[in-house]
């Protein structure tokens, strides 16, 4: 008697964002920020130096800071983050692409809902026997992607048939990254009524002690701007990298973008634009710390036009980015 044809094994698609809180209640955000801050990938002190300091002072403290600048950017609409917005527009967007009914593409953050346990379990549930994990960084970073990795073997640690898994590092000078970071740039010059003197690519920083202890993130986030110089015909002076985001007392990357703002306002130019091209999306770094506050430091030391330059989000494209990635992936697969 012949045997009968097992199911055809499923693939999986899955996105992965840093993360974002449900809301902006002080217990929400409370919850949140102890999920992140507890990763030792992304605090790296001993945690009896450190846990005093997150439970003792920080989920004091931030949460009434956090609330105020979340209230700015939430998305009141469908009562989420802009960052939970594009991510899952991002992935249900990259289902209707791909269009195959043997892949499932689903969206995980890295800290908060959906996360990563919950999405990997219902993939292998659902019969997923290869995944594909793309996580939303560009740069890599042992406090990002390495992060993102950290969580997706922490659940195949407790699963019995693990899957298949191909994962994307990084893809800092990808050539179809960086072209479409090129189309949206002069996408959004081409509609100002101005032209910027001075454009500013700005990233999350890190505390510089990773960088010299071995993260290349440094080195990626400066072969992302010199390729996007190289694309634009820009030079160092045109386009400069700087680092946002700071938090606590330690030395993080320099030059820091909300000084260098201040520093080319007093210098008496007249007009910036400013790019994040370590986010695939909006989000409050983006939407808040740039447009908001960043804007109000150039606008207060004496500049006068200022401009963001929109992440790629789920546009055009960012969605050929996206697919790019992820079909380079399945290759041999599909």
Same mark, same amino acid.
């Given at each position: 008697?012949?045997?009968?044809?097992?199911?055809?094994?499923? %693939?999986?698609?899955?996105?992965?964002?840093?993360?974002?809180?449900?809301?902006?209640?002080? $217990?929400?955000?409370?919850?949140?920020?102890?999920?992140?801050?507890?990763?030792? $990938?992304?605090?790296?002190? !001993?945690?009896?130096?450190?846990? !005093?300091?997150?439970?003792?002072?920080?989920?004091?403290?931030?949460?009434? /800071?956090?609330?105020?600048?979340?209230?700015?950017?939430?998305?009141?609409?469908?009562?989420?983050?802009?960052?939970?917005?594009?991510?899952?527009?991002?992935?249900?967007?990259?289902?209707?692409?791909?269009?195959?009914?043997?892949?499932?593409?689903?969206?995980?953050?890295?800290?908060?809902?959906?996360?990563? /346990?919950?999405?990997?379990?219902?993939?292998?549930?659902?019969?997923?026997?290869?995944?594909? %994990?793309?996580?939303?960084?560009?740069?890599?970073?042992?406090? *990002?992607?390495?992060?993102?990795?950290?969580?997706?073997?922490?659940?195949?640690?407790? *699963?019995?048939?693990? !899957?298949?898994?191909?994962?994307?590092?990084?893809?800092?000078?990808?050539?179809?990254?960086?072209?479409?970071?090129?189309?949206?740039?002069? #996408?959004?010059?081409?509609?100002?009524?101005?032209?910027?003197?001075?454009?500013?690519?700005?990233?999350?920083?890190?505390?510089?002690?990773?960088? /010299?202890?071995?993260?290349?993130?440094?080195?990626?986030?400066?072969?992302?701007?010199?390729?996007?110089?190289?694309?634009?015909?820009?030079? #160092?002076?045109?386009?400069?990298?700087?680092?946002?985001?700071?938090?606590?007392? *330690?030395?993080?990357?320099?030059?820091?973008?909300?000084?260098?703002?201040?520093?080319?306002?007093?210098?008496? %130019?007249?007009?910036?634009?400013?790019?994040?091209?370590?986010?695939?999306?909006?989000?409050?770094?983006?939407?808040?710390?740039?447009?908001?506050?960043?804007?109000?430091?150039?606008? #207060?030391?004496?500049?006068?036009?200022?401009?963001? %330059?929109?992440?790629?989000?789920?546009?055009?494209?960012?969605?050929?980015?996206?697919?790019?990635?992820?079909?380079?992936?399945?290759?041999?697969?599909?």
């Amino acid at each position: 008697m012949e045997r009968p044809l097992l199911k055809k094994e499923r %693939i999986g698609v899955m996105l992965i964002n840093l993360g974002t809180p449900c809301g902006i209640s002080r $217990r929400d955000l409370r919850c949140y920020l102890a999920e992140f801050l507890s990763d030792r $990938r992304v605090i790296e002190w !001993p945690i009896l130096f450190w846990y !005093p300091i997150l439970y003792g002072i920080v989920l004091n403290t931030r949460p009434k /800071k956090l609330r105020k600048a979340y209230a700015r950017i939430w998305n009141d609409e469908t009562n989420e983050s802009p960052l939970r917005t594009y991510t899952r527009l991002q992935a249900e967007k990259l289902h209707r692409i791909l269009d195959n009914a043997d892949i499932d593409v689903r969206w995980a953050m890295r800290y908060g809902q959906p996360s990563v /346990k919950t999405v990997t379990n219902a993939l292998i549930a659902c019969g997923c026997r290869r995944l594909v %994990i793309l996580s939303l960084y560009p740069q890599y970073s042992a406090t *990002t992607t390495a992060a993102v990795n950290d969580s997706v073997f922490n659940v195949l640690k407790k *699963t019995r048939v693990i !899957p298949a898994i191909r994962m994307v590092s990084s893809y800092a000078d990808d050539s179809v990254y960086i072209d479409s970071l090129t189309s949206s740039v002069r #996408k959004h010059l081409a509609i100002l009524d101005f032209t910027p003197e001075v454009i500013l690519a700005s990233y999350h920083g890190i505390p510089k002690n990773y960088a /010299k202890r071995g993260d290349p993130y440094l080195r990626e986030c400066e072969r992302t701007t010199v390729a996007l110089r190289h694309k634009l015909g820009m030079d #160092k002076e045109q386009m400069t990298m700087t680092f946002q985001s700071r938090f606590m007392f *330690t030395e993080w990357l320099e030059p820091y973008t909300d000084r260098t703002i201040e520093q080319l306002a007093r210098n008496g %130019i007249q007009s910036i634009a400013v790019l994040n091209p370590g986010f695939a999306s909006e989000c409050l770094e983006t939407l808040d710390e740039i447009v908001n506050k960043a804007a109000g430091i150039f606008h #207060k030391n004496g500049g006068k036009n200022f401009t963001h %330059i929109p992440c790629l989000n789920d546009s055009e494209e960012g969605m050929h980015v996206i697919e790019h990635l992820v079909r380079r992936e399945l290759f041999g697969w599909v």
